[in-house]
């Protein structure tokens, strides 16, 4: 099966009941999953401003800066200075969070998985590399920065676009730039196409 392109320019922006910023879904698994019944869920955030992040019973959470001047964010009284670009940081969604801007708006990746039955893992690529998903696993890559070609679709990707390999699909991604790939394991059923 070939990768499922996932186009920025696709993504319907929604805006946090907080007022505090902008989400737009990159891919969820199962397709159509809401907050409440997703295994995964990837999205890219406009962060406009500092506050306080929603609470996710049972999930944990990997969040990466993608642009700006990085935020402080402290999980249970417990603060993580976050001022660098494609650096993962994982915590509990259902600790309390709070985000402090370190100097204006910032965009994130952030993956969200359920822990009863899903893991997640964020790597930052710089050159070329594999994309072999298990059995009943997804890998999702998306361009940070740069470009990426498919070579095996032959389809090139641009800033904060995606692909989703599901299952077994194998390919090697060309990266001209940086590229965020999220292995996501321990899926249940078969994966979405």
Not at 9 to 31: C, D, I, L, M, Y
Not at 154 to 175: H, I, K, M, Y
Request: net charge negative; glycine share 12%.
């Amino acid at each position: 099966m070939p990768p499922r392109i996932l186009r920025s320019s696709e993504r319907t922006p929604t805006p946090w009941k907080n007022g505090g910023g902008v989400t737009s879904e990159v891919a969820v698994h199962p397709q159509g999953a809401g907050p409440d019944d997703f295994a995964w869920r990837v999205s890219v955030a406009d962060v406009a401003h500092s506050g306080p992040f929603s609470t996710f019973d049972g999930v944990d959470r990997i969040i990466t800066v993608v642009d700006g001047p990085g935020m402080a964010l402290t999980v249970d009284g417990t603060t993580h200075v976050a001022d660098a670009p494609y650096e993962p940081f994982a915590f509990p969604g259902d600790a309390v969070a709070e985000c402090r801007l370190l100097g204006g708006p910032i965009v994130d990746l952030n993956v969200m998985v359920r822990r009863a039955g899903t893991t997640a893992r964020v790597r930052i690529v710089r050159s070329h590399t594999a994309v072999r998903p298990g059995t009943g696993s997804h890998v999702l890559a998306i361009v940070l920065e740069g470009t990426a070609l498919l070579h095996g679709a032959s389809v090139r990707l641009g800033r904060l676009d995606a692909a989703l390999f599901p299952g077994e699909d194998r390919d090697t991604v060309g990266v001209d730039g940086v590229l965020a790939v999220v292995d996501l394991a321990g899926l249940a059923g078969p994966p979405d196409h």
